[in-house]
C-alpha cells in the first residue's frame, strides 16, 4: 500500500519549453507532497510543500513562478518547470507523508530532466 | 538552523561491517530516517529510529541517541549488491518534509 505514481520517468525537451511532471497518489489520499530536487551526486533538497487546495510553500531560493505546483486533488499534485533551462536538468521526486494514517514517507520513482 | 552531517564516501570490502554516522542539529524531533539510494532511483526505506536505541532489521542496524543528536546505520556481511548511497533524514515534525542529508556513498569491493 502507499504507493505514489510519478510520470514521467525521463524527459528530454528543449530549452525555453516547459514540462510538467505528475504525481499521484494510487491507494491513499495525500493531503501534502513534497517535492524534491536532486543533482548528480548530491542529497535530495525540498524545493516546496504542496497542500490540496492551497497554494504551495516555497524553501528559499525557489523560484515560484518557474517552478509552478498545482494539488488541486487529494490524489494528484503536479509540477511544471516553466521556461526551462539547461541548469534546470536534475532529478525531480516527490514524496508523499503517510501521517497521521500511520508513519513514514513514501516516494515516487523520480523524474530525469534533461533540457537541451 | 537544521544541519544534518554525515561522511560523504566510504569504502569496505564485501563480507565485512560498516558504520555510517550521522549527526544532526534540527528544530524539531520526529523521528530518524535511513534510506539507500542507487543512482537514478527513488530513495529506499530502510529503518526509522525515534525512541534511543537500536533497531535491528536483518543485515541491517540502526541506532540514535537523541540527547547526542546521532544515529548511525550499520550493515553487516556487505555485499556488493549494497554499494549505493545512503541518506539520514530528520523528520521535524509528523506531516512535515524530512531533511535529508548530504548522502554517503559506499563502495564496496570483493
Known amino acids: 500500500g502507499a504507493v505514489v505514481s510519478q510520470h514521467p520517468s525521463w524527459v528530454i525537451c528543449k530549452s525555453g519549453t516547459s514540462v510538467k511532471i505528475e504525481c499521484r497518489s494510487l491507494?491513499?489520499?495525500?493531503?501534502?507532497m513534497f517535492w524534491y530536487r536532486q543533482f548528480p551526486k548530491q542529497s535530495l533538497m525540498l524545493m516546496a510543500t504542496s497542500n490540496e487546495g492551497s497554494k504551495a510553500t516555497y524553501e528559499q531560493g525557489v523560484e515560484k513562478d518557474k517552478f509552478l505546483i498545482n494539488h488541486a486533488s487529494l490524489t494528484l499534485s503536479t509540477l511544471t518547470v516553466t521556461s526551462a533551462h539547461p541548469e534546470d536538468s536534475s532529478f525531480y521526486i516527490c514524496s508523499a507523508s503517510l501521517s497521521p494514517a500511520g508513519y513514514g514517507y513514501t516516494f515516487g520513482s523520480g523524474t530525469r530532466l534533461t533540457v537541451v | 538552523g537544521q544541519n544534518i552531517d554525515q561522511p560523504t564516501e566510504m569504502t569496505a570490502t564485501e563480507g565485512a561491517i560498516v558504520q555510517i554516522n550521522c549527526t544532526y542539529q534540527t528544530s524539531g524531533f520526529n523521528g530518524l530516517f535511513w534510506y539507500q539510494q542507487h543512482a537514478g532511483e527513488a530513495p529506499t526505506f530502510l529503518s526509522y529510529n525515534v525512541l534511543d536505541g537500536l533497531e535491528e532489521k536483518g543485515r541491517f542496524s540502526s541506532f540514535l541517541s537523541r540527547s547526542k543528536g546521532y544515529s548511525y546505520l550499520l550493515l553487516k556481511e556487505l555485499q556488493m549488491k549494497d554499494s549505493a548511497s545512503y541518506l539520514c533524514?530528520?523528520?521535524?515534525?509528523?506531516?512535515?518534509?524530512?531533511?535529508f542529508g548530504k548522502g554517503t556513498t559506499l563502495s564496496v569491493s570483493s
Open positions: 533524514a530528520v523528520s521535524n515534525q509528523a506531516g512535515t518534509a524530512l531533511i
Open positions: 491507494d491513499f489520499q495525500a493531503t501534502t
